[in-house]
């Protein structure tokens, strides 16, 4: 049987040896390995290029869908917040991480000016308004007709999860 985890670790560590960031990720269906990725942002200057994200492109491009269930997916680490809000969008049956923030903390630490992991839940819980980073809101009408008009061109169904 294949060690998945032991696979997620050997990638990261190989990203490490390449110049990356220490993250790696395997995504898993029916015991065969689906598709993975170490974090590239270091190597392409992508902010996104986080290796969960990059192993979802990888395996909704091979399957044809937005929805991995059935997938278990293998993270070295605890996901950051733009990963778990993609695990919760893609749906796996399972998440799998191999060392927390704390664990990894004394050796490794990427902090933004408006991105700190310790704060960062406080930050995305309060009101738009109240966040640190600044946003206005614009409201235009024809923004919400792009909506309607979605929901018209899919006979009326406003569930995206039903397309």
Wanted: proline letters at 6%; aromatic letters at 12%.
């Amino acid at each position: 049987m294949t060690d998945f985890a032991q696979r997620a670790i050997d990638l990261a560590r190989q990203n490490v040896a390449d110049g990356g960031r220490p993250f790696a990720t395997v995504i898993v269906k029916d015991g065969e390995v689906l598709a993975e990725s170490a974090n590239k942002v270091a190597q392409t200057h992508d902010p996104t290029a986080h290796a969960e994200i990059l192993a979802i492109r990888a395996a909704c491009t091979k399957l044809g869908t937005e929805n991995l269930a059935g997938t278990t997916f293998y993270v070295l680490a605890h996901p950051c917040p733009m990963c778990l809000g993609s695990l919760y969008y893609c749906s796996p049956d399972e998440v799998i991480f191999l060392t927390t923030r704390e664990q990894y903390e004394p050796h490794y630490v990427d902090d933004r000016k408006y991105f700190e992991l310790a704060t960062f839940y406080d930050e995305f819980a309060k009101d738009w308004q109240n966040r640190r980073l600044p946003m206005r809101y614009e409201p235009r009408p024809a923004a919400v007709d792009v909506y309607r008009f979605w929901q018209e061109r899919n006979g009326g169904n406003r569930s995206a999860s039903a397309s």
